[in-house]
């Protein structure tokens, strides 16, 4: 029995595919373990519900169903992916050229059947989507000029949606990423340089283990280091940040980069 969840932000649109799973039935037993109607709903529904087939919309208000998708590769337990579009040639080249699969509105009854077996296979095959998903997502992402505008991070059994606008900077520890706002600290498991390379235009490296806001830099201030008498070292520059207390070291390296990037 395969679980599946259904998302789309039209009650219509859901409930015609439901119709159409019901028609299938025969041919491959599915479970429809619940409906989602936008893009963050999907994610939450997907973390709690653990289905093994999202059937996923594209053009929804409050995330594109592409983004949604990379949040979904990234669960714990990553559900496969079957888009539901009516999206121009354009995108489904993006699809085709990266292995993805989707449903052309209005869905047919036999095409739906094949991205059912398609998927069953897969699972069979214990070829369970994860990074090399998501890899090909973000190709799909940017062939069609479609970002992140989140970041979709679990904590204690919630969902928690950052806004890319709302971070401050990102910085590495251990196995973790911290990404701060004005208002807390979360952690993620995406590498900096991962976030680096997606979010380039946006943030500035400060040094090998931070990026910060370029719009969040306020100035920068030279500090000395205490020595081992706890007298003044060596001096060096600490980036200020709007809206944080915060202080980040800027490396040597990175110096001549960031500099002429204070805002008033």
């Known amino acids: 029995m395969m679980r599946i969840l259904i998302v789309d932000d039209e009650p219509p649109a859901r409930a015609r595919l439901r ?27 997907a973390a709690r519900l653990q289905p ?24 714990s337990v990553p559900p496969a992916v079957v888009f539901v579009t009516a999206f121009d040639d354009h995108a489904i080249e993006a699809f085709e050229v990266q292995a993805i699969d989707y449903l052309l509105k209005p869905v047919r009854a036999e095409r739906l059947v094949a991205a059912l077996a398609r998927v ?23 062939a069609l000029g479609v970002v992140r505008t989140r970041l979709a991070i679990a904590e204690r059994g919630r ?11 990102l910085r590495a520890e251990l196995k973790y990423v911290t990404v701060r706002t004005p208002a807390r600290e979360y952690c993620t498991e995406e590498s900096l340089a991962s976030l680096e390379s997606e979010f380039g235009a946006q943030f500035v490296r400060v040094h090998r283990s931070a990026l910060v806001a370029r719009a969040r830099i306020a100035g920068f201030e030279r500090v000395r280091s205490a ?21 980040l070291p800027v490396s040597r390296r990175q110096w001549p980069t960031v500099k002429g990037l204070a805002r008033s």
């Open 120 to 142: 069953r296979r897969r699972t069979a095959e214990a070829a369970a989507p994860g990074p090399a998903a998501d890899a090909r997502l973000a190709s799909a992402a940017r």
């Open 227 to 247: 020595d081992a008498a706890g007298e003044g070292g060596e001096a060096y520059w600490q980036v200020v940040l709007h809206g944080v207390s915060d202080r």
């Open 159 to 169: 969902m928690h949606f950052v806004p890319i606008a709302d971070i401050v900077y």
């Open 52 to 75: 093994d087939l999202v059937l996923l919309d594209i053009a929804m208000p409050d995330m594109s169903g592409i983004e949604a998708a990379r949040h979904l590769a990234r669960l």
């Open 19 to 45: 119709q159409r799973l019901g028609d299938c039935a025969a041919e491959v037993a599915v479970d429809v373990v619940g409906e989602a109607d936008g893009g963050a709903a999907a994610v939450e529904a």
